[in-house]
């Protein structure tokens, strides 16, 4: 597959690194020749030329790309970019974009009329993932398939958790329960076998339905936090975002260090949110606006080091909930090992959106875990397919990868050895690294 990649920023450059891997035919084309001199380990093709240039276009053969993807910073480029490579004969065409009017449903076909076939807005991305994670704050990851009949959860375990110190073969009647897909400890994934013990400080994905839920929060020694008092540090678009699209009952507080832009935001956020002048490291200023009463702290200022201090500078005054932006992809598992809670990260939800466009079998979602290092996509089992052949237990699966829970109509299974899959089943998948490729071969 041919794909052209214009603007190699943070969301374009991670993009073709993970899509060298797999072997694809990629070209990045970026205005600056700077930011495309990285590790010549990629295999990716690099192009200094104009995105927006017919000339450039042409001399990639943008008419033989199967998908073209435009994510530099401004959107009009992007836009432009995906009319004219669709008009030049581009297959499929992705563009970023910044404005959320864009992304309603009937300015979506307007622009897939004009040939671009998908919008994504990574500061909506991120604001959904973290409104998520405010719905289930005893979780670490959680999404959701047919209308949430199915579910996976990603849970950090301490000592008091039931299931702490036993082997997997030892939980036979949580397994009626749930199915545990993954083990992340210590910035390792493990795909679990029944002899493999589950120890404190594990991260745990497990699959299950929505009845099972209060039982298994018990069995993972979780309990319910009422979130109603939000501290949010950062005017940052996502911010904005996120006490746009939070319940109006709520009260929350936005802390920006800079004065004329928090003069601006308390002009535009919703009447419940009271914008503050301030620097969210600061520890008086903390105190003196209540931060011991907070139920959750939300960490979004351009920088990932004080995104992730003020994480810990807040669970040391005992707020329930943390959420951190963290970019730097490299201090994602020390913001884990810190246990700050949440981590959203722009290019990675940014990423698994656009990775769900490459692949061939029938995937309606795909998600980048943060912490795991993986994917995880919802498949439809076609007619004949080799998923479709034997018993779970029989089919030989590649390495790498697990099935966690199939609906077979409208009914949600969760998958174990005997389980066989039929044509028309939705299986959630779970893969690590790259795995996904290789299930297409099983779907198809």
């Known amino acids: 597959m041919k794909i052209i990649i214009a603007g190699a920023g ?107 076939d998908s919008l994504i807005c990574p500061e909506v991305l991120a604001s959904d993932e973290i409104l998520s994670s405010l719905r289930t704050p005893w979780s670490r990851q959680w999404w959701e398939i047919a209308n949430g009949q199915l579910i996976l959860i990603g849970i950090k375990l301490r000592s008091n958790a039931s299931i702490v110190n036993k082997h997997l073969y030892e939980l036979s009647s ?58 949010i540090m950062g005017g ?26 928090s003069y601006k935001i308390a002009e535009i956020v919703p009447d419940n949110v009271l ?5 969210g490291r600061d520890t008086d200023l903390l105190i ?9 702290f939300i960490a979004l200022t351009g920088n990932s080091e004080t995104n992730i201090l003020a994480c810990v500078s807040a669970k040391g005054f ?29 290019k990675l939800i940014a990423s698994s959106h656009i990775y769900q466009f490459l692949l061939d079998a029938d995937v309606s979602t795909v998600k980048c875990l943060t912490f795991a290092n993986a994917d995880v996509a919802e498949l439809v089992a076609r007619p004949d397919s080799r998923i479709t052949k034997r018993q779970v237990k029989d089919l030989r699966l590649p ?11 409208g009914k949600v299974q969760i998958i174990n050895g005997d389980t066989h899959i039929q044509a028309g089943d939705h299986v959630l998948v779970f893969c690590l690294d790259t795995a996904m490729r290789k299930v297409e071969v099983l779907f198809n």
């Open 10 to 116: 943070e969301v374009g450059t991670h993009l073709a690194k993970l899509l060298s891997e797999e072997n694809q035919d990629i070209i990045l084309i970026d205005s600056n020749e700077e930011n495309l001199s990285f590790s010549s380990s990629f295999e990716i093709m690099t192009k200094v030329g104009n995105p927006t240039s017919i000339r450039d276009l042409k001399s990639i053969q943008v008419k033989d790309t199967d998908i073209f993807i435009a994510v530099t910073p401004e959107e009009s480029t992007n836009l432009t970019a995906c009319l004219l490579a669709h008009t030049l004969g581009a297959h499929k065409t992705i563009a970023r974009v910044s404005n959320t009017e864009y992304l309603l449903p009937i300015n979506l076909d307007f622009f897939a009329q004009l040939g671009v």
């Open 318 to 346: 005992g707020v329930p909930k943390t959420i951190a932006e963290v970019e730097n992809i490299d201090y994602i598992q020390m913001a884990d090992n810190l246990n700050i809670g949440n981590i959203i990260n722009k």
């Open 399 to 409: 390495e790498g990868l697990t099935l966690g829970g199939l609906i077979r109509d």
């Open 236 to 261: 940052s678009p996502i911010a904005l975002q996120v006490c746009k699209s939070l319940p109006h009952n709520l009260h929350i507080k936005l802390l920006e260090v800079n004065r004329e832009k």
């Open 275 to 279: 914008v503050i002048n301030g620097d």
């Open 174 to 231: 949580e397994n009626k329960l749930f199915h545990i897909v993954a083990i992340q400890r210590r910035g390792t994934t493990i795909i679990p076998r029944g002899s493999d013990q589950i120890l404190p400080e594990d991260l745990v994905y497990l699959t299950t339905t929505k009845e099972n839920l209060q039982e298994i929060k018990s069995i993972m020694g979780k309990s319910d936090i009422d979130i109603n008092k939000i501290t």
């Open 288 to 296: 003196q606006e209540n931060i011991k009463n907070c139920d959750a």
